[in-house]
């Protein structure tokens, strides 16, 4: 939340200074008016957008100190984190939020009750409401304020009437609403004061150059502001005629305006708010503003919603190491035995069907002749015996 603060801080400084230093003198009253708006929206949001910037981060080395923070079990979890600062801290904030709200409430309460008792007219079309009081003219929301007793006499100016109701037709109100919020919420932060008198007076700019560009005669719409300078006390919410700003908005009427210059200066609000993204805006996942090599700390730890710092202790420096003793010949390592074997009996196999016997009938044996016996031939005469 702090970093939030401290970012759109600096935005809002360096544009409300661009501003007051290029932009304020020249007559570019239509940018100027979107510029301011636009500026406090863009100091809002620019530190919550994710932009990497093409670091390639490493994760930190883990070193040996970090090893040791983060092995260190802390006695008072809330020594480095003051619970009390913190709640001492919100309490101021909202004490000052609820004054601030009821401040505006009561003004804009006072308006509308304003609105109710007067006497509501309808003038050249206008929505007018008649007051007692001795009040300069001044517009809020649609209606303008004026006194019953100028307007009856007829010595308010048509060229005032106007002003006003410039100030109706480009929606005026709105703009100091808004501005007058973001003051309640960070009422603690001067700058959005500055932005609101910047918003203020580019309200009678606007008004005063569409004036003076309806009536030739400007000279008797001059002395009538002058005149009008100490009779309206100062309102917040109002678009008033009678201003603080008086001298600023009679030099702004006689000045020329320069178009090439007002140009030139709008260009050099391109490469500010390049600027302004590269450096507030949030680093995205995995990357960081700062490039690897710097970041060698451990991150801080968090416990019970409290940032512990990290405690450095130091380490002693590690001990000689002594000399390795010889080592002995090798033994014969003798053999393992070996492991045993259990015998597991392989279980009976299923026995198989039996395959179906197909009976074929066997030929017939063919006839066998039989031979007669060869005769024995008979004995000769000259082997034979007689």
């Known amino acids: ?67 040791v923070n ?59 409401i008649l007051l007692d009081a001795a009040t300069a003219p001044h517009s809020f929301l649609g209606k303008i304020y004026v006194n019953k007793k100028q307007f009856r006499e007829g010595n308010i100016p048509e060229e005032v009437m106007v002003h006003e109701e410039i100030h109706i037709q480009q929606h005026h109100s709105l703009d100091i609403l808004f501005i007058e919020v973001l003051q309640v919420i960070f009422w603690f932060n001067p700058l959005f004061r500055l932005f609101g008198k910047a918003i203020k007076l580019n309200h009678e700019y606007l008004a005063d150059g569409n004036v003076l560009r309806l009536f030739t005669d400007d000279l008797k719409y001059k002395k009538y502001l002058v005149r009008q300078v100490f009779q309206n006390p100062e309102d917040r919410l109002v678009s008033t005629f009678n201003s603080s700003f008086t001298k600023k908005r009679l030099i702004m009427m006689s000045k020329q305006k320069s178009p090439y210059t ?41 416990k019970n919603g409290q940032k512990e710092a990290a405690v450095i202790i130091p380490v002693p420096p590690s001990p000689p190491t002594p000399p390795t003793p010889p080592t002995p010949e090798a ?5 393992a035995p070996p492991s045993p074997v259990m015998k597991v009996p392989a279980p009976p196999a299923p026995p198989s069907p039996p395959s179906p016997v197909m009976k074929v009938p066997a030929p017939p044996a063919p006839a066998i002749k039989a031979e007669p ?14």
Request: aromatic share 12%.
């Open 1 to 67: 939340m702090m970093l939030y603060i401290i970012k759109s801080s600096i935005g809002l400084a360096l544009l409300i200074a661009f501003y007051y230093g290029f932009l304020e003198k020249e007559k570019t009253f239509v940018f100027n008016r979107f510029f301011l708006l636009a500026a406090v929206g863009f100091s809002l949001v620019v530190p919550l957008i994710p932009i990497g910037y093409g670091f390639e981060t490493q994760p930190p080395a883990v070193h040996d100190l970090a090893q």
């Open 331 to 335: 033994l014969p390592v003798p053999p």
């Open 70 to 128: 983060d092995s260190v079990q802390y006695f008072a979890p809330g020594l480095f984190g003051h619970s009390w600062v913190k709640t001492f801290g919100w309490t101021v904030y909202l004490a000052g939020l609820t004054i601030m709200g009821i401040k505006f409430f009561l003004g804009l309460g006072h308006l509308l009750i304003q609105g109710s008792r007067g006497e509501a007219v309808i003038w050249k079309g206008r929505n007018l």
């Open 262 to 302: 007002a140009t030139l200066k709008q260009l050099m609000l391109l490469p500010l708010m390049v600027l302004m993204v590269f450096f507030l805006s949030v680093p995205a996942s995995g990357q960081s503003n700062e490039s690897p090599a710097k970041k060698e700390n451990p991150p801080k730890k968090e």
């Open 373 to 386: 016996a060869p005769k024995p031939d008979a004995p000769s005469g000259r082997n034979g015996i007689l």
